[in-house]
Nanobody, 126 residues
């Protein structure tokens, strides 16, 4: 199982970007995927999560209403659509996954994830 994140770049405040996370070899081994981000000098922060089965995504308060997580099961890809970006959204964005779904209270803990992508840098200029 491998995760490959892509789509990062430089964007002005108020702009949009869409990140992709390709989950190679996921089959039935990876049912839960999340996005995290890590700004320079800060801890890794939960952004949101989604399951491969039907269900609604979950979002951190900091991105709720601006970011949208979706999936394309046929392409084994999860997307993070980021709108109305702010300078404080600048970070390296990672996708992470695990086999089983997590309860809401545990989703923000990076330790609960079994697989991680390499990260993609998002820079938002003011």
């Amino acid at each position: 199982v491998q995760l490959q994140a892509s789509g990062g770049g430089l964007v002005q405040a108020g702009g949009s970007l869409r990140l992709s996370c390709l989950a190679s070899g996921r089959q039935n081994n990876m049912n839960f995927l999340a996005w995290f981000r890590q700004a320079s000098g800060k801890e890794r922060e939960f952004v949101g999560s989604i399951t491969w089965s039907p269900g609604s995504p979950v979002y951190a308060n900091a991105v709720k209403g601006r970011f949208t997580i979706s999936r394309d099961n046929a392409k084994d890809t999860v997307y993070l659509q980021m709108n109305d970006l702010k300078p404080e959204d600048t970070a390296v964005y990672f996708c992470a996954a695990r086999q089983n779904r997590l309860v809401l209270s545990a989703q923000a803990n990076p330790r609960h994830y079994e697989w991680w992508g390499q990260g993609t840098l998002v820079t938002v200029s003011s």
